[in-house]
């Protein structure tokens, strides 16, 4: 029997579609942008994309893409590394449809209950505001609902496999940790997570609880920064004028604290719960 | 808008790990940091410098044992000549773990020759406002700290400070006056000072202020010193200009 779990990642396909100038310049005008990740341990594979070998021996922890590929329906398969064709899928064939310069991640990974499957992710890829960064946590592996912490203070909590939530954040180094939601005890991390200014860092928890190979991917979309608005130049008046805030100065610089923008949580949290099974 | 996609069928994970053979790595592509082609001007990040720079390109990799010998109809490797429109070119693939950042050296002083501007540089960021940072102090001035550096591959690094105090004016009132020419050295924290040189003195009026432009992450590197200039305006309390000086590495 064949797993035919796909899931949808975020709904966001019309903003991201909307908003697809800042992607990877590599693609023909309006092609979408779709990167894979293989998150089941122990298996290496090969991926195929209507029919084509389109990743040879593909291993666990890696992350291959962005490929460009004009709009439409693609049915993705996923065999053994030594399969002649894409027929004995040990996970898939599924269908997806990619919209015009839509940003997808196709993630191959172990359910909740460690069963293969597949999860096609939509990837937020909208301008970030000057002098933020953005990151989303996906839960693709074989374990509980977690929290994410950082810094020992959760800052996503109660995520379910296969959802995701979106965080605006400064930049900086997060060290953060997953745990079983409720609990601080690490089952992943604690590890390093940078976040740029101006990136999308998407940070992925996968492997198996039962199995002791939790661990962390990482997958980076750039160029998503925007320009301050203004260079205030001028100390005059400055003191009674609302454009120059001088006392900001320079304090946040270095910091690795997660200051958590609640207002800037965005689509992706939304849709992420209301995905919540 | 997907969620109508969701199928669920019976899962045999056992059964799949079963049928699968776990190959050895050798055939696997790791291409490095090729996944990072969206901006090349991009602030260096870590897959830039930390991804072993032996990783091979994603379409060398593909050993060709791992081809099929005798498929019924011939199975196109990665690198073959596209045959649906579906192909795909050289798909980078790169380790997923977590990397670290790696910083460019960071400016800490500016000299524009033939001026009183010899000041210390300080990174700075984006005001709860969303404006570029300045340092409080007239004799000092900020690095926009998340765009290039002075000596980047590519776009503008960018170099602000105040043009008067509350009572005078500071010595970025001398930018406007700067000639075509002029020499600007930016000193580096643990690399060598950059000499630059003037090509262009521009007014940009702060209504119409060209962020992209101004802060570049792409094309040419430049360095833009900048602060106000102009008139000013009473009402806005501000002056109406920016004054933005482009220099360009010698």
Redesign the interface.
């Given at each position: 029997?064949?797993?035919?779990?796909?899931?949808?990642?975020a709904?966001a396909?019309?903003i991201a579609a909307a908003i697809a100038l800042a992607?990877?310049?590599?693609a023909a005008e309006g092609d979408a942008q779709l990167?894979v990740?293989h998150g089941v341990p122990?298996?290496?594979?090969d991926v195929w994309?209507?029919?084509?070998?389109?990743?040879?021996?593909?291993?666990p922890?890696?992350?291959?893409?962005?490929?460009?590929?004009?709009a439409g329906a693609?049915e993705l398969a996923i065999t053994?590394?030594?399969?002649?064709?894409a027929s004995?899928a040990?996970?898939g064939p599924v269908?997806?449809?990619l919209a015009a310069n839509g940003n997808y991640t196709a993630v191959a990974n172990?359910?909740a209950?460690?069963?293969?499957?597949a999860n096609?992710f939509?990837n937020d890829v909208s301008q970030i505001?000057?002098?933020k960064g953005k990151l989303t946590v996906r839960h693709t592996a074989a374990a509980p609902a977690v929290d994410v912490l950082a810094g020992g203070a959760a800052v996503v909590s109660n995520l379910a496999n296969p959802n995701e939530q979106t965080l605006t954040l400064d930049?900086g180094?997060v060290s953060a940790a997953v745990a079983a939601t409720g609990t601080t005890a690490p089952v992943i991390g604690p590890?390093?997570?940078?976040i740029?200014?101006?990136?999308h860092t998407v940070?992925?928890a996968w492997g198996s609880l039962a199995d002791n190979n939790l661990?962390?991917?990482?997958?980076?979309?750039?160029?998503l920064?925007?320009?301050?608005?203004?260079?205030?130049?001028?100390?005059?008046?400055?003191?009674?004028?609302?454009?120059?805030?001088?006392?900001?100065?320079?304090l946040?610089?270095g910091a690795a604290a997660l200051a958590l923008l609640l207002g800037g949580v965005g689509v992706a949290r939304t849709v992420a719960a209301r995905?919540a099974e | 808008?997907?969620?109508g996609?969701?199928?669920?069928?019976?899962?045999?994970?056992g059964?799949?790990?079963r049928?699968?053979?776990?190959?050895s790595?050798?055939?696997?592509?790791?291409a490095g940091a090729l996944?990072?082609?969206?901006?090349a001007a991009?602030?260096p990040?870590?897959?830039a410098s930390s991804v072993p720079s032996a990783a091979q390109a994603?379409g060398q990799a593909?050993?060709a044992q791992?081809?099929?010998a005798q498929?019924?109809?011939p199975?196109?490797?990665?690198t073959a000549a596209p045959?649906?429109?579906?192909?795909?070119?050289d798909?980078?693939?790169?380790?997923?773990?977590?990397?670290?950042?790696v910083a460019a050296p960071v400016p800490v002083s500016l000299t524009v020759a033939g001026t009183p501007i010899n000041m210390p540089v300080?990174?700075?960021?984006?005001?709860?406002?969303?404006?570029?940072?300045?340092?409080?102090a007239?004799d000092r001035a900020?690095w926009?700290?998340?765009g290039p550096a002075p000596g980047a591959a590519a776009g503008t690094a960018?170099i602000?400070?105040?043009?008067?105090?509350?009572s005078d004016n500071?010595p970025?009132s001398a930018l406007k006056s700067v000639a075509a020419g002029t020499v600007v050295e930016v000193g580096r924290e643990g690399a060598p000072a950059l000499k630059y040189r003037v090509v262009s003195v521009e007014l940009m009026a702060?209504d119409r202020?060209d962020?992209?432009s101004?802060?570049r992450?792409s094309g040419q590197h430049e360095l833009k010193v900048?602060?106000?200039?102009g008139e000013?305006l009473d009402e806005?309390?501000?002056?109406s200009d920016?004054?933005i000086v482009t220099a360009v590495l010698e």
């Amino acid at each position: 029997m064949r797993n035919r779990i796909f899931t949808a990642g975020a709904g966001a396909g019309a903003i991201a579609a909307a908003i697809a100038l800042a992607g990877p310049a590599q693609a023909a005008e309006g092609d979408a942008q779709l990167s894979v990740l293989h998150g089941v341990p122990g298996l290496t594979v090969d991926v195929w994309v209507n029919g084509d070998r389109t990743l040879d021996d593909f291993a666990p922890g890696t992350l291959a893409g962005p490929l460009a590929l004009p709009a439409g329906a693609y049915e993705l398969a996923i065999t053994a590394s030594d399969a002649a064709d894409a027929s004995a899928a040990v996970i898939g064939p599924v269908s997806v449809t990619l919209a015009a310069n839509g940003n997808y991640t196709a993630v191959a990974n172990l359910d909740a209950a460690g069963n293969p499957t597949a999860n096609l992710f939509t990837n937020d890829v909208s301008q970030i505001e000057a002098g933020k960064g953005k990151l989303t946590v996906r839960h693709t592996a074989a374990a509980p609902a977690v929290d994410v912490l950082a810094g020992g203070a959760a800052v996503v909590s109660n995520l379910a496999n296969p959802n995701e939530q979106t965080l605006t954040l400064d930049p900086g180094t997060v060290s953060a940790a997953v745990a079983a939601t409720g609990t601080t005890a690490p089952v992943i991390g604690p590890a390093d997570v940078t976040i740029a200014e101006g990136t999308h860092t998407v940070v992925y928890a996968w492997g198996s609880l039962a199995d002791n190979n939790l661990q962390l991917a990482v997958q980076t979309i750039e160029g998503l920064h925007s320009a301050p608005g203004s260079v205030p130049g001028a100390l005059d008046g400055s003191t009674v004028g609302a454009a120059s805030d001088p006392a900001a100065l320079t304090l946040g610089i270095g910091a690795a604290a997660l200051a958590l923008l609640l207002g800037g949580v965005g689509v992706a949290r939304t849709v992420a719960a209301r995905r919540a099974e | 808008m997907k969620a109508g996609h969701m199928k669920k069928g019976p899962t045999t994970a056992g059964e799949s790990r079963r049928r699968s053979s776990v190959v050895s790595g050798g055939g696997v592509l790791l291409a490095g940091a090729l996944l990072l082609s969206s901006c090349a001007a991009a602030p260096p990040v870590p897959a830039a410098s930390s991804v072993p720079s032996a990783a091979q390109a994603a379409g060398q990799a593909v050993p060709a044992q791992s081809v099929p010998a005798q498929p019924v109809s011939p199975v196109p490797a990665i690198t073959a000549a596209p045959t649906s429109p579906a192909a795909v070119p050289d798909i980078p693939v790169r380790p997923a773990a977590p990397e670290a950042a790696v910083a460019a050296p960071v400016p800490v002083s500016l000299t524009v020759a033939g001026t009183p501007i010899n000041m210390p540089v300080v990174p700075v960021g984006v005001s709860d406002s969303g404006a570029m940072e300045i340092p409080d102090a007239f004799d000092r001035a900020g690095w926009y700290r998340f765009g290039p550096a002075p000596g980047a591959a590519a776009g503008t690094a960018v170099i602000a400070g105040h043009i008067d105090t509350k009572s005078d004016n500071a010595p970025f009132s001398a930018l406007k006056s700067v000639a075509a020419g002029t020499v600007v050295e930016v000193g580096r924290e643990g690399a060598p000072a950059l000499k630059y040189r003037v090509v262009s003195v521009e007014l940009m009026a702060k209504d119409r202020f060209d962020g992209s432009s101004v802060f570049r992450r792409s094309g040419q590197h430049e360095l833009k010193v900048i602060t106000c200039g102009g008139e000013w305006l009473d009402e806005r309390m501000d002056y109406s200009d920016n004054v933005i000086v482009t220099a360009v590495l010698e």
